[in-house]
């Protein structure tokens, strides 16, 4: 089993649909967690970081459920320059190395 | 303006050789790492290091080598050794231990011809 795993889509939905990812993990040590977003042939940047109790910025809202090992993100509203690709980053405390998921890639269409 | 340096933008070798990618931070971040990325696929460690004069192999090192001599400086080595160099390669760092995510620089696209 990956250590993290995404559905590498894509997802295809139309201007203004809501859409969600999910990520899953198998290090039940793991304890910080991120989303970045990737565009084609460009450096990730970090998108939110995905606290206990779930954070929302603007029209993104992460949540983490530990119970069952994954983080979500979802998008509301969703614009054309949302398409990209959102990587979802795990690590453990104090640990330095980070493992990134494959990515799922978003298409948003007119 | 503080952040990560990464060059060249873009890299041509012939099989064989050698070749060594710069990456620069000065946001005196104590780790840095590289990645490579393949077309259509994620980012796979290569080596990190969380302080000077010391890194560790990440998931594929074999054909790679680094060095930390400087806090602001982890420069990557694709050797004759890596069967397959062809590849977007990317540094990153982070301050410290903790909750810290990873800024990453532009990266460096290395075709091997």
């Known amino acids: 089993r990956k250590e993290v795993e995404q559905d590498p889509g894509p997802f295809n939905v139309p201007e203004g649909a809501t859409v969600a990812f999910n990520c899953t993990y198998s290090?039940?040590?793991?304890?910080?967690f991120f989303w970045y977003r990737q565009d084609c042939r460009k450096e990730p940047k970090l998108l939110m970081s995905?606290?206990?109790s779930g954070n929302e910025d603007g029209r993104f809202t992460a949540q983490l459920n530990r119970a069952s090992q994954y983080i979500s993100l979802l998008i509301r509203d969703s614009k054309l320059s949302d398409s990209a690709t959102y990587l979802c980053v795990v690590n453990e405390w104090g640990y330095q190395k980070v493992t990134f998921g494959t990515g799922t890639k978003l298409q948003v269409i007119p | 303006d503080g952040g990560i340096t990464q060059s060249p933008k873009y890299l041509f070798r012939k099989e064989g050789q050698n070749v060594t990618l710069s990456c620069e931070q000065n946001l005196n971040h104590d780790a840095m790492y590289w990645y490579r990325q393949d077309p259509g696929q994620g980012l796979r460690l290569i080596y990190y290091s969380q302080i000077v004069n010391d890194f560790q192999k990440g998931d594929i090192a074999e054909g790679y080598s680094v060095s930390r001599e400087k806090k602001e400086s982890f420069p990557l080595t694709v050797t004759s050794a890596q069967k397959n160099p062809t590849a977007f390669y990317l540094c990153?760092?982070?301050?410290?231990?903790?909750?810290?995510?990873?800024?990453f620089g532009p990266g460096t696209r290395l075709t091997v011809l």
């Open positions: 990153a760092s982070k301050p410290g231990q903790g909750f810290n995510e990873q800024f």
């Open positions: 995905v606290y206990s």
């Open positions: 290090n039940s040590a793991s304890q910080s």
